[in-house]
């Protein structure tokens, strides 16, 4: 973790800190308390809001926080600043626990798929990709993983591990594990939401961008992808976690029959049209 973002994060939370107090940061908080969650822009603040507008949440309230610059959402919910956070999936979740040596972080709702996605400016077709392209997909470990398992799915390499492994591991997955790369592609690692700015990169010619990421940069992952994620079986649906200690909190639980309820997937599935996939379609 950078210096910049322990500092962000500490600016964070003392600026957080009273609202808290005030409004109860624990797992005796009261349902007239409103339940403090830290979420991306898209899709998550926007699925929040609609579960908010819908009536479905009752007379639980929430106060959503926006993720900005190099604030971390799991360190802030691990160190009790906020009481929920909504903006990743399982591995990337299990991964920065086993990083950071905690384990009280768990998921309190599964909501839905965000298909990663193959994008270019530069070809239509991935079978055009020309010898020693460079490929830029996601710095994280897991995501990195995740991109290189998609481009074997995409016939652009080949690695010596399957998705249909139950017990993969993405966040071990290198390019130690390319066994084949016959076009020799090299990859550039890059921060997520940088990722669609690299298609105007004249030295990228292909990027694998996480669905959330393309959204909010204007691109429609069902229509604008070269090759995506299917939904079934997809490690990867999006959570909301909290602190193991908030797990049978009352709003925590009416939140997370809203989110999973028939009426907000089907919300999902009429607003984002292919380019965000309810949970339960990913067995």
């Not at 819908?54 to 604030?71: A, M, N, R, W, Y």
């Not at 990337?92 to 990663?116: I, N």
Request: aromatic share 6%; with cysteine.
């Amino acid at each position: 973790m950078t210096t910049r973002r322990t500092f962000l994060a500490a600016s964070f939370a003392a600026a957080i800190v009273p609202a808290l107090a005030a409004c109860g940061g624990n797992s005796g908080a009261s349902t007239s308390d409103p339940l403090v969650i830290m979420a991306d822009a898209t899709p998550h603040t926007e699925l929040l809001e609609y579960v908010k507008s819908s009536g479905q949440l009752g007379d639980v309230k929430l106060t959503i926080k926006g993720i900005t610059g190099e604030i971390d959402p799991n360190q802030l919910l691990e160190a009790g600043d906020i009481e929920a956070n909504f903006f990743q999936h399982v591995p990337y979740l299990t991964s920065w626990q086993a990083e950071k040596k905690v384990s009280d972080l768990v998921v309190a709702a599964t909501t839905h798929v965000e298909p990663l996605g193959i994008y270019s400016k530069k070809v239509t077709d991935l079978a055009d990709v020309p010898a020693s392209a460079t490929i830029a997909l996601a710095a994280d470990a897991t995501n990195f993983g995740r991109a290189l398992v998609l481009l074997q799915s995409a016939g652009l390499i080949t690695l010596n591990v399957k998705a249909t492994d139950a017990n993969l591991d993405y966040a071990q997955i290198t390019e130690k594990n390319i066994t084949a790369n016959a076009k020799k592609f090299s990859f550039l690692p890059i921060d997520r939401p940088q990722l669609p700015a690299t298609l105007d990169d004249a030295k990228v010619t292909i990027s694998v961008i996480n669905g959330a990421n393309a959204l909010e940069a204007g691109l429609k992952p069902a229509t604008d992808s070269l090759f995506s994620e299917s939904a079934t079986d997809n490690p990867f649906a999006n959570v909301v976690a909290v602190k193991s200690t908030l797990k049978d909190d009352a709003r925590v639980a009416k939140l997370a029959e809203a989110l999973q309820s028939e009426t907000t997937q089907k919300w999902i599935t009429d607003t984002y049209k292919g380019s965000v996939l309810p949970a339960k379609q990913s067995a």
